[in-house]
């Protein structure tokens, strides 16, 4: 009797009121769903710290684009004797740690010096398996390199080519390793 009472009432009251009191109900569920859900799958503090070094990341690369759009378009070079861009060291840095592009002018230049790497190269239908640019803190320098097989042709070699990189291209976007000194 007491809950057909309760339920008189509630078929009693305004349409309006039914509404709101079946929004609070469903948002107090989804609540308390999402509180559940984070007591068992929330990464917490592992979750913060990946968080914190995304943002350091896109912060750096954002700093990296900026002085990428401030440098001429062409060759950027880290010797005198030459009509192009010479880089201080500081920028000679700072363009290396912006770099990522190893484009395949760079790759053929480094393949003269290189016979295994470039018939490899020919016989994979010019397939490149891994590419770094990266600077040496030690050495004050920065490396270019990248690693070439024949394992999608069947050949079982490998042959990695790297060497120090002399000069850039910027092309007012980005920048790409333009000559791999590897001899």
């Not at 394992?151 to 790409?176: C, M, P, Q, W, Y």
Request: aromatic share 10%; proline share 2%; charged share 25%.
């Amino acid at each position: 009797m007491i809950k057909n009472n309760y339920i008189n009432r509630l078929k009693e009251l305004p349409e309006t009121t039914k509404q709101f009191g079946g929004l609070l109900i469903l948002t107090l569920i989804i609540i308390l769903s999402f509180g559940i859900l984070n007591i068992y799958w929330g990464g917490g503090d592992e979750l913060i710290k990946k968080m914190k070094l995304e943002e350091e990341r896109i912060a750096e690369e954002k700093k990296l684009n900026a002085l990428i759009s401030q440098l001429p378009s062409g060759i950027l070079v880290t010797f005198d004797g030459t009509d192009n861009f010479r880089l201080t060291d500081e920028l000679y840095e700072a363009v290396c740690n912006a770099t990522k592009l190893l484009p395949q002018r760079a790759i053929m230049a480094a393949h003269f010096l290189n016979y295994e790497a470039y018939e490899l190269y020919t016989i994979n239908g010019n397939k490149i398996d891994e590419t770094y640019v990266k600077w040496d803190k030690e050495k004050n320098k920065c490396f270019a390199g990248y690693t070439v097989s024949g394992a999608n042709v069947g050949v079982n070699k490998t042959a990695n080519v790297s060497g120090e990189v002399l000069s850039f291209l910027s092309t007012g976007i980005d920048t790409r390793v333009y000559f791999i000194k590897n001899f």
